[in-house]
């Protein structure tokens, strides 16, 4: 099948369902169909409006099947950024997008779209998996930093870039237009929000001067709408505690810590039927959710995340769609068998508009 058959054959569908759920008349439906009929014969695209974009967002963030988050899926903001031509103005739309999402604390969903994918020498890409994230180092004493960085420090540093060598380093962002060589563009440093993490009760947990940042924004998935694939759609919600206190702190992949948490705790982690690591962990999390909360930081627990996925599950089936779902994304990390999602099944069939990962070339 030609390739612009086979855009149209993804574009019916998508028009239909958007066009529908906004409560358009079949009248309107069939005239927007016969226009991007007709830019498809000759142009060999079509080009969303801003509501088609804005809607088809929404669509892939509540047709992600491994977020916890997707009662929100209509409050998502849209940053329309199709129009720029060079890395500084791209660099400019994620500084943008930073503050929106940041908004001092009180986070918002947003999502920004950059130009779609026509043809490889105008690709937009960035290539950084989140748009705020530590380095990571390979030093003699092990790694410094997060080993999840490993790579994008590397790059960074090739391309001239330094950083402090401190465990929390925030990564500038990488951005590419074509064939171009990548550039880099540090954070302005008032626009990262982070955040330290204490322990209510446990004063010891200050001497691991653990802290992360205040929002993730995930830049490492393209958007596809309607057979429109966007390279750089980076979005955003808030954190779930366990996100950070039982993965990216506890992996020992990562930054490993249920070892130091154990020590200053005094428990005993000679034996494993102790269960210090459950205990290290609760506390963690604990801290976590208490520091994000206190500094201000939007931030949900699991317990609360999967009674508001219930909510979604619910409200979905009223208006007659089935909700699809990842289970093993879907469960939290702590105490998963508290949460309904455990008990439950779910279909983990990929419905469009969605998100998918970019392999990296
Ligand atoms: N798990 C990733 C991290 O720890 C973030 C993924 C997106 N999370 C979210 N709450 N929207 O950085």
């Not at 669509?59 to 329309?80: K, P, Q, V, Y």
């Amino acid at each position: 099948m030609k390739v612009q058959d086979q855009l149209l054959e993804k574009a019916v569908p998508f028009i239909k369902e958007c066009y529908n759920e906004l409560g358009k008349s079949s009248t309107e439906i069939e005239s927007r169909l016969a226009e991007i009929t007709q830019a498809i014969r000759y142009k060999g695209y079509y080009e969303h409006t801003l509501q088609e974009l804005e809607h088809g967002a929404k669509m892939a963030w509540r047709n992600s099947n491994r977020c916890i988050g997707r009662l929100f899926w209509e409050t998502l903001t849209i940053h329309d950024a199709r129009q720029i031509e060079t890395e500084e103005q791209m660099a400019e739309a994620l500084f943008r997008h930073i503050a929106t999402a940041t908004n001092g604390g009180k986070i918002r969903p947003v999502i920004t779209v950059f130009p779609p994918t026509r043809n490889s020498a105008q690709g937009v890409i960035i290539h950084n998996d989140q748009l705020v994230r530590y380095a990571g180092y390979e030093t003699e004493n092990g790694i410094l930093g997060d080993p999840a960085s490993l790579k994008i420090t590397t790059l960074c540093q090739s391309l001239g870039w330094q950083g402090a060598g401190t465990p929390y380093d925030v990564l500038p962002l990488v951005v590419q237009i074509g064939h171009r060589p990548p550039k880099l563009f540090e954070i302005p440093g008032e626009l990262v929000l982070e955040v330290d993490i204490r322990h209510p009760d446990i004063a010891a947990f200050e001497n691991l001067h653990l802290k992360w940042y205040a929002v993730p924004i995930v830049s490492n998935m393209y958007l596809e709408i309607g057979g429109i694939s966007y390279p750089a759609a980076p979005f955003n919600g808030w954190y779930m505690g366990t996100e950070i206190g039982a993965r990216n702190f506890a992996d020992e992949a990562r930054y490993n810590m249920l070892p130091r948490v154990a020590s200053i705790m005094g428990l005993d982690t000679r034996r494993e039927a102790s269960l210090w690591r459950d205990k290290a962990l609760v506390e963690l999390n604990v801290a976590v959710l208490h520091s994000f909360q206190q500094q201000g930081v939007a931030i949900v627990d699991h317990h609360t995340a999967a009674r508001q996925f219930k909510r979604f599950e619910e409200k979905e089936e009223k208006v007659g769609r089935d909700v699809t779902g990842d289970w093993p994304w879907l469960i939290p990390p702590l105490s998963p068998a508290t949460t309904h999602i455990f008990h439950n099944h779910y279909s983990n069939e990929v419905k469009l508009p969605n998100f998918f990962y970019r392999h990296e070339g």
